[in-house]
């Protein structure tokens, strides 16, 4: 009978498969580890593309930055605009910014802070980047508040509560301020004071003078909290009591000056309790004293 050649061939407890059958399996192993060799070769010619790239990109990044930082955005001009009593010169030394500096590098927040302590009367700055090359510095005068004793002389204070100047004698025109107790002034700086009420209820009293448009205030004398006086144009002493309802007392103060007490008379007017009352009462330097209308 004739041996199949395809059955695995028998030598003692060994069995050997046919040589067909053996080299197509070695040709499949072979094709299966040249793909796996192909796609690792893909796959590291991707990753080394991805770094030449990054590296490319960062280097282009650096090249920009640098620059940036060396060449390019070099500041060309500073402008100033806006109204102060000082010079653009000395705003721009104060700025610290120069011609040739790079845009990038200066700090226009920190420039604008010492334009404001070396400038005591400028009162807003702004310090903005102008792209390519140029700065503008835009600046607003510090209105003047009034001025209080300290040490031995005078400080100005400015309506945002900063310090403008100190000096021997009260600037013409400007209001005197009384019983503020200042511990401490430097120009450019917030005032400080040794009772923190006096400054709050200084700041809301002023604030209200200026929104209700009462003018020719020469005095105000803050001493006692429980009673607060202006001086109204050298000749009437204005008793607001506290400062409670400071609007109200002041707009029918406004108005019993304008309507009831004539250009030429003197004395006391009290407010102190037009706000449970609806009543103020004018008591002249001479004469007896007279009840001012109730209502506005």
Do not use: W
């Not at 402008?79 to 990038?104: H, M, P, R, W």
């Not at 807003?124 to 040490?151: L, W």
């Not at 309802?245 to 004395?267: H, Q």
């Amino acid at each position: 009978m004739r041996k199949n050649s395809s059955a695995p061939h028998r030598s003692g407890n060994m069995y050997y498969a046919p040589a067909s059958t053996y080299d197509g399996t070695r040709a499949a192993e072979f094709a299966a580890a040249a793909r796996q060799r192909t796609e690792q070769r893909r796959k590291h010619r991707s990753r080394m593309l991805a770094v030449f790239y990054i590296f490319l990109f960062l280097a282009v990044i650096a090249v920009a930055v640098t620059l940036s930082f060396t060449v390019l955005f070099k500041i060309t001009n500073v402008c100033v605009s806006g109204t102060s009593k000082y010079s653009e010169k000395q705003i721009l030394d104060a700025s610290g910014i120069k011609k040739g500096d790079n845009l990038f590098l200066i700090h226009t927040s920190a420039s604008a802070e010492k334009i404001g302590q070396k400038l005591p009367y400028i009162g807003t700055v702004n310090v903005a980047r102008k792209f390519p090359t140029q700065v503008e510095i835009s600046v607003k005068a510090e209105p003047v508040c009034g001025a209080a004793a300290f040490g031995n002389g005078y400080v100005v204070i400015g309506e945002n509560g900063k310090a403008l100047e100190c000096t021997k004698k009260c600037p013409q025109g400007c209001i005197v301020f009384k019983g503020l107790n200042i511990s401490k002034a430097q120009p450019g700086f917030p005032v400080a004071f040794a009772n923190s009420s006096r400054a709050e209820i200084l700041r809301n009293v002023m604030d209200s003078v200026k929104k209700n448009g009462l003018s020719n205030i020469t005095e105000a004398d803050f001493s006692q909290p429980s009673r607060i006086l202006l001086n109204y144009d050298r000749r009437v002493t204005i008793n607001f009591g506290t400062s409670a309802d400071i609007d109200y007392k002041l707009v029918f103060a406004k108005k019993l000056l304008k309507e009831n007490i004539k250009s030429t008379e003197k004395g006391t007017l009290n407010m102190s309790v037009v706000s449970d009352t609806n009543k103020a009462y004018f008591d002249p330097d001479y004469g007896t004293g007279s009840s001012a209308p109730a209502s506005k």
